[in-house]
């Protein structure tokens, strides 16, 4: 059975702090997606990362992808207020399907 | 860039009605998507296709049908509404593409749909 699994599921974090979101996967895959998710809104792609060791940043946020390990995180520097949202990855295989894990809801605390 | 739009960003309707949500997206894509949104749940996909007239099933493809007739737009078919199918609803759209490619999705807004 396919599983994608995020922990945390909840993160509340004060500002200025580093933080990691991890996110698990059971099957082999080389693609994997990180998207973002505002209160109310729909879901805006973050990143895409294609190959084991893939690393993207952008702002605070990096992404990186450990394929052996079937593993993505999201790292988090120097939180700010306008990073509070909900952050899903979400891994691809065969084909055109994706597969969600559940999202880790961030609240940025001043 | 790409746009994705659905036909109602809010929709309450009655148990054991007939409910059509509907997606159009503006950049020629191949594959649309139906999704599911529950809190804990994270998308739940229902329903793809990957070609005009094609359709594959999701995960929870039940009490559901699609329709594909123009390569822009998917609908999303609720038979007989019943209140378990409360929930926000997202459609996506992506290129075919080939290995390797990027293939992100595109959503749209979503449709919050309460059954009472």
């Known amino acids: 059975e396919l599983k994608v699994e995020q922990n945390p599921l909840f993160l509340s974090m004060q500002e200025g702090k580093n933080y990691t979101i991890y996110c698990n996967y059971s099957?082999?895959?080389?693609?994997l997606y990180w998207y973002r998710q505002d209160p109310g809104k729909s879901l805006e792609s973050l990143f895409v990362l294609l190959s084991n060791g893939a690393v993207k940043q952008e702002g605070r946020l990096m992404a990186s992808l450990d394929t052996k390990a079937r593993l993505s995180t999201l790292h988090i520097t120097a939180a700010v207020h306008d990073l509070s949202a909900t952050y899903f990855c979400a891994v691809g295989f065969t084909g055109n399907q994706f597969y969600f894990g559940t999202g880790t809801s961030l609240t940025v605390i001043p | 860039d790409v746009k994705v739009t659905q036909s109602s960003r809010y929709l309450v309707k009655r148990t054991g009605e007939k409910v059509f949500l509907e997606c159009v997206q503006d950049m020629d894509h191949e594959n649309m998507f139906w999704y599911r949104q529950d809190p804990g749940l994270g998308l739940r996909l229902i329903y793809f296709s990957y070609d005009v007239k094609m359709k594959e099933k999701g995960d929870i493809p039940e009490g559901y049908s699609v329709s594909r007739e123009k390569k822009e737009r998917f609908s999303l078919i609720l038979e007989s509404a019943s209140t378990n199918q409360t929930s926000m609803y997202l459609c996506?759209?992506?290129?075919?593409?080939?290995?390797?490619?990027?293939?992100?999705?595109?959503f749209g807004p979503g449709t919050r749909l309460l059954v009472l």
């Open positions: 099957t082999t895959s080389d693609r």
């Open positions: 996506a759209s992506s290129f075919l593409g080939l290995i390797g490619q990027r293939k992100t999705q595109y």
